[in-house]
C-alpha cells in the first residue's frame, strides 16, 4: 500500500498523544498527508466498543471475553478507517494498535496463542511498519494521569488505568520484551525526558526509516553522506 502504518504503545501517562500530535505537524511540513487515530476505536462502529471496554462495563465477559470486543474494534478500524488510509497514501498514526491487546490481555492471563489467532484475524494483514515505544516506568506515568485527572473533567481513571501499580509495571515488562523480540520495527523512547527530547528522538526514528521518501537523508544524516566520498 501506498502510505506507511506508524503505530505508538506504551503505558498509561507515557506521552503518546502530545507526541502524535507533534508528529503529525512535522510530517505536515514535509508535505505528507496525516490521519492520526486511536484504538480502541477510531471509527463510528469500534467508538462503540470502545464505550464499552473502557466503562468497565463488560469486564464481567472477563479477559478472553475482552480481548475479542478489542479485536472486533479492530476489525472495523482497520477495514474503514486504517486501510482506507493507507491506499490513498497517507501516513497513518495510530495511538495503540495490536501490541496494547498482546500486553494488556497478555497479561491479564488470556493466552498467547488465542491472542495470536485474534490479531491474524482483526488487522487483516495490516501491520505497522514502526511502532514507537514511549517507555515510562508505571510509578511516574501514573502520576502523570492523575495530575491530568485534576486538571480536566475526564471523571476519574478509566477501567485499565485504575488498575494496581505491579499490574501496570508488568505491562511496561511485557512492552520491553516485545520491543526486542521484534526489534526491526519497534525503536523505543525514554519518556521520562522533556517532550522535546521525545520529540526529537521520534523524528530521529522516522528518518532512520524514511529518509528517503521524506527527502531528508542530506539534512538528518550528515554521517552517511560523509561516508558516500
Ligand atoms: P485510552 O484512554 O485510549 O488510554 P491511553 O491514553 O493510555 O492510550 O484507553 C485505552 C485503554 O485500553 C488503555 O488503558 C489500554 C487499554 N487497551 C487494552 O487493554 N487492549 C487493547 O488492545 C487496546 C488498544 C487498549
Redesign the pocket.
Known amino acids: 500500500m501506498p502510505g506507511h502504518f506508524i503505530t505508538f504503545e506504551g503505558g498509561?501517562g507515557a506521552g503518546?498523544?502530545t507526541q502524535i500530535a507533534r508528529l503529525k505537524v512535522y510530517l505536515e511540513s514535509l508535505g505528507q498527508s496525516v490521519l492520526v487515530t486511536?484504538?480502541?476505536g477510531g471509527s463510528p462502529g469500534a467508538e462503540k466498543i470502545r464505550a464499552l471496554l473502557?466503562s468497565g462495563e463488560v469486564r464481567d465477559l472477563g479477559p478472553r471475553g475482552e480481548a475479542m470486543l478489542?479485536a472486533a474494534a479492530r476489525a472495523d478500524h482497520v477495514d474503514t478507517t486504517i486501510k482506507p488510509a493507507l491506499e490513498q497514501g497517507q501516513w497513518v498514526l495510530c495511538?495503540?494498535y495490536a501490541d496494547?491487546?498482546r500486553v494488556?490481555?497478555g497479561e491479564a492471563g488470556v493466552d498467547t496463542d488465542y491472542l495470536k489467532l485474534l490479531e491474524t484475524a482483526a488487522v487483516a494483514g495490516v501491520r505497522p511498519e514502526l511502532t514507537i515505544l514511549i517507555d515510562i516506568p508505571a510509578e511516574i506515568g501514573l502520576k502523570r494521569v492523575a495530575s491530568r485527572a485534576q486538571t480536566d473533567d475526564s471523571g476519574g481513571p478509566?477501567r485499565?488505568?485504575g488498575e494496581a501499580l505491579k499490574v501496570h509495571e508488568r505491562r511496561r515488562r511485557l512492552f520491553i520484551e516485545l520491543a526486542r523480540q521484534e526489534a526491526f520495527r519497534f525503536a523505543v523512547v525514554d519518556g521520562t525526558k522533556d517532550p522535546e527530547y521525545v520529540a526529537t528522538a521520534i523524528r530521529k526514528a522516522i528518518s532512520d526509516r524514511f529518509a528517503d521518501e521524506l527527502n531528508i537523508a542530506d539534512e538528518q544524516q550528515p554521517a552517511a553522506r560523509e561516508g558516500a566520498h
Open positions: 498509561e503518546k498523544s486511536r484504538e480502541p473502557l478489542f495511538d495503540r496494547s491487546t494488556y490481555q478509566d485499565f488505568e
